[in-house]
């Protein structure tokens, strides 16, 4: 690292006394320029960088510097060898577009001990404003267990926030229900209803894992099961729409709400 200063292209003093006043974009900008600083090199302001992140902790920030805490705390330096539940919070450092290149930070580069309790707490403080990045980091967090205890339920309802108005999160979460991630067991209904959600969105690829799901349904509605079973796969599985019914399944005329209403009662409009 460079042990210069150089200047940089913004007066920090006004930047600093609108932080200090309750300004929160001030705030933002001037620990952003701080840590690009010292991202290019710059490690005489390193110090004044770390002042500064630990005094936004203390401040009613917003998700944007709640996530830039989580990652400096994700990526400080370790005395032991990071464990494989927390080696994916190590991919969070902080990136700069600096003109035509690309820079990272890592809390490590700071001077920052690693400490996954602060990561997640500013991670879930973001999530619960919405921060998608933040939602998505929480999940894969409580999915894995890594810096809390595993819990795949709480992993699956921050992958749905995430998911809103977005076909890929909403088909990764099928995936997470259909394979029983997170430590669950598989959940076909809970799969083909997010499955469902990604086709209606245009997902590539989900109306046909749709029609998959729906061949192993009816071959799970054979006559060989007892009355009881048909009507719970009816009853958890019909629901995933007309669009697949409506279109059919490849090699087979018949269609699949009408078999289905035969077993129990059909819940095509589902949402």
């Known amino acids: 690292m460079k042990k210069i200063s ?4 913004v007066d920090l003093e006004a930047l600093k006394d609108r932080a200090r ?15 690009l600083a010292v991202a290019r090199g710059d490690v005489a302001f390193r110090m004044e960088a770390v002042r500064w992140v630990e005094y936004a902790e203390g401040q009613d920030i917003d998700a944007r ?19 494989e539940p927390t080696e994916f919070l190590r991919t969070m450092p902080v990136s700069f577009q600096d003109g035509s290149e690309d820079l990272s930070l890592t809390g490590e580069q ?41 819990d795949g339920h709480e992993a699956a309802r921050w992958y749905a926030a995430a998911s809103s108005g ?7 979460l ?20 997010w499955y469902r959600k990604a086709a209606d969105s245009g997902y590539a690829g989900a109306q046909s894992r749709c029609e998959q799901m729906a061949l ?4 799970e509605l054979s006559e ?19 669009s697949v019914a409506r279109k059919g399944v490849a090699g087979d005329s018949a269609e699949l709400p009408r078999n289905l209403s035969e077993a129990g009662p059909s819940r095509g409009s589902h949402p």
């Open 6 to 9: 150089t200047p940089l292209p």
């Open 21 to 35: 006043s309750g300004n929160m974009d001030a705030l933002h900008s001037l620990v952003g320029h701080l840590l």
């Open 65 to 83: 510097m709640q996530l830039l805490l989580a990652m400096i705390y994700a990526t400080g330096s370790q005395e032991a060898s990071v464990d």
């Open 110 to 150: 700071l001077g920052i001990v690693c400490d996954y309790g602060k990561t997640i707490h500013w991670l879930q403080r973001a999530a619960e404003q919405g921060d998608k990045e933040a939602q998505i980091f929480l999940a894969m967090s409580y999915e894995s267990g890594g810096g809390v205890a595993r």
């Open 166 to 172: 977005d076909a890929a999160e909403q088909y990764r």
């Open 174 to 193: 099928g995936d997470y229900y259909a394979k029983g991630k997170g430590g669950l067991a598989p959940n076909e209904q809970m799969a083909l209803e």
């Open 216 to 219: 192993k349904i009816k071959s």
């Open 224 to 242: 060989t099961a007892i009355p009881e079973q048909r009507v719970a796969l009816a009853q958890s599985s019909a629901f995933f729409g007309t």
